[in-house]
C-alpha cells in the first residue's frame, strides 16, 4: 500500500520560512515523478513545484524564487519555502506518479495547512 504523509505546515507571519515534507512508504520513490500542490479555500487545486527521477524541477511563477523542493533523502521530499506571503496560505498537498503529469497522480498524500499571517 502506497503512503504519501506531509509534515511540517503551520501558522507564521508573513517573511517568514517553513519547511514541509512528504514522507514515502510503498513504493520505490526513485522511480517517480514527485511534486506539491496546494489549494485555497474557494480556488483550484495547483502544482505549485515538482522534481522529475532525474533531479530536474518545474515552479510556478508565483513561487520561484522562493520555494525549493528536493529529495535528498530517497524516501523523503521536501518543500522549503521562504519569504512567505499571505497569498501562500493553502492547504499543501504531496503526490507522485510515474510521469509528471501529476493532477493525475495516482498518489496522494493528506495534506498539511499553512497559514500566513500579515
Known amino acids: 500500500q502506497v503512503q504519501l504523509v506531509e509534515s511540517g505546515g503551520g501558522s507564521v507571519q508573513a517573511g517568514g520560512s517553513l519547511r514541509l515534507s512528504c514522507s514515502v512508504s510503498?513504493?520505490?520513490?526513485?522511480?517517480?515523478?514527485m511534486g506539491w500542490f496546494r489549494q485555497a479555500p474557494g480556488k483550484e487545486r495547483a502544482a505549485v513545484a515538482i522534481?522529475?527521477?532525474?533531479?530536474?524541477t518545474i515552479y510556478a511563477d508565483s513561487v520561484k524564487g522562493r520555494f525549493s523542493i528536493s529529495k535528498d533523502n530517497p524516501k523523503t521530499m521536501y518543500l522549503q519555502i521562504n519569504s512567505l506571503k499571505s497569498e501562500d496560505t493553502a492547504m499543501y498537498y504531496c503526490a507522485a506518479g510515474r510521469g509528471c503529469n501529476l493532477r493525475y497522480a495516482p498518489y496522494w498524500g493528506q495534506g498539511t495547512q499553512v497559514t500566513v499571517s500579515s
Open positions: 510503498g513504493i520505490i520513490p526513485s522511480t517517480l515523478c
Open positions: 522534481i522529475d527521477t532525474d533531479g530536474s
